[in-house]
């Protein structure tokens, strides 16, 4: 059992690892660690989240807290419910892009605050492996509310778009057709996979996976679409692809989105964080657009904790997370999506046209290296780059004048991650194999 507690939730194989028994008892322990008296619930489409659902709520429930029900929901809706309705925490059941066989829990406090393995989820482990709680006196109510409204409603006050834009749109059967429920109208959509199937029938909902965006890229083409956007299975992530077909990688995207923002703010600097792993060209951008760019180390609730602490008002990562400060300062890929609609409409350029002068830079994309003692190959590395600017805010990142790399431990895995971005093709390829020679040995 303890294997299904993460860095950033709690997740495993249906019913094996995760049950409706242990989903029970992690529902306990999630109002035993909070003193929670109201949690707010969502869910994917996968089989058994109905199922996980009934029994985490009676878990909850027994423990004397109230639940509020969302019912099927994209994760950036359930935040949105968190924040909205005031509660005291929520978790969102889902395993996002992971295959149907597996299930899991996104846990959040009250203001969408993350609860991750440092801050909560290993107490909750120990409470789970305890089984030592006492009912409540008076057990709690569940409720039902329909949150798709408010959070269309909210989608809507941000679209500023003076047509309706052809785009594609990839549900991969999951939970993107709930994220952009409110705002369909506002565009002519060519959707793809949009039933509902846990089973995930046509392809991973992982748009990390480029091959799962190949047939977005050849439907944008034929429909001569303006972009293509392709959801996770959670909806809390998105791949972009551009009106040629081409894909945007996702720290471009975040340059992209911070062009629109920063256009609707002309008083006071504005910051912006972007993953160390991203692009000169984003923090570069920022800066041109009148931005404070600030680096932010990887994963969701780090970076949610930053933004909080700097007042920013947007944050974009790699991995196609993008945080806005309106939705609680958490995940809203129905916010994005607008965002770049804006941006199109406003400038009056194609995508394609927008992105082009990001891509002047050539990088690696993050490549994994399992290896026996990660500290022994960080010591190395530190050792023979010691000329360069060393900063470690999320393993070791080092920029010369016209190249820089990070490599990073996995928080889960036996893995060092690498990136590395050069001005020209072969410095980045040279440097990038260079690394990779002392990383595998």
């Known amino acids: 059992m303890s ?10 194989i249906y019913p094996e690892q995760l049950n409706e028994e242990i989903a029970e008892k992690i529902g306990r322990a999630f109002v035993e660690f909070l003193g929670a008296k109201k949690i707010v619930i969502g869910r994917d489409m996968r089989p058994h989240s109905e199922p996980l659902f009934k029994a985490l709520a009676k878990g909850i429930t027994e423990q004397g807290c109230d639940v509020i029900d969302l019912g099927l929901c ?50 909750i482990q120990k409470l789970v492996e305890e089984n030592n709680f006492k009912a409540a006196d008076k057990p709690g109510t569940i409720s039902t509310y329909d949150i798709a409204a408010e959070y269309g409603k909210f989608l809507r006050k941000f679209a500023k778009m003076d047509r309706k834009l052809k785009i594609v749109v990839d549900f991969a059967n999951a939970m993107g057709s709930y994220e952009i429920a409110g ?47 392709a959801f996770d299975g959670d909806a809390d992530r998105c791949g972009f ?68 602490e700097n007042n920013a008002v947007f944050a974009g990562e790699l991995s196609g997370h993008y945080y806005f400060s309106e939705n609680y300062v958490a995940e809203s890929q129905g916010l994005a999506l607008i965002k770049l609609a804006n941006l199109v409409c406003k400038t009056g350029k194609k995508v394609s046209e927008l992105v082009k002068p990001l891509r002047k830079y050539f990088a690696s994309g993050e490549i994994n290296s399992k290896v026996a003692d990660t500290k022994i190959i960080l010591d190395k590395i530190r050792k023979k780059y010691s000329d360069g600017h060393m900063f470690e805010l999320d ?24 990136i590395v971005e050069a001005k020209d093709k072969a410095t980045m390829e040279a440097k990038r194999d260079e690394l990779l020679a002392l990383i595998r040995g």
Not at 4 to 9: E, H, Q, R
Request: glycine content about 8%; charged content about 25%; hydrophobic content about 40%.
């Open 3 to 12: 294997g299904i507690f993460k860095a950033y939730d709690i997740r495993g």
């Open 74 to 123: 994209s994760t950036p809706m359930t935040y949105h419910a968190n924040g909205f309705l005031k509660a005291d925490g929520s978790v969102m059941i889902t395993a996002s892009h992971n295959t149907k066989e597996w299930n899991g829990f996104k846990l959040c406090r009250k203001d969408d605050v993350p609860i991750s393995g440092a801050t909560g989820i290993a107490d």
């Open 183 to 229: 705002i369909r109208d506002l565009f002519d959509i060519i959707p793809m996979y949009e039933p509902l199937d846990g089973n995930f029938p046509n392809h991973e909902a992982n748009p990390l996976h480029t091959e799962t965006l190949d047939a977005i890229r050849a439907k944008v083409k034929e429909t001569g679409a303006e972009f293509g956007a």
């Open 241 to 308: 692809v551009d009106d040629q077909g081409n894909i945007i990688p996702m720290d471009l995207f975040t340059a992209l989105i911070a062009q629109d923002i920063l256009s609707d703010r002309e008083n006071g600097t504005v910051t912006i964080l972007y993953d160390l792993r991203s692009s000169w060209a984003v923090r570069e951008c920022i800066k041109e657009n009148g931005g404070r760019p600030m680096m932010s180390r990887v994963g969701h609730a780090f970076i949610k904790q930053q933004m909080r």
């Open 395 to 418: 393993g070791i990142s080092v920029e010369y004048s016209d190249w820089w790399f990070n490599v990073r431990a996995s928080n889960t895995e036996p893995f060092l991650r690498l």
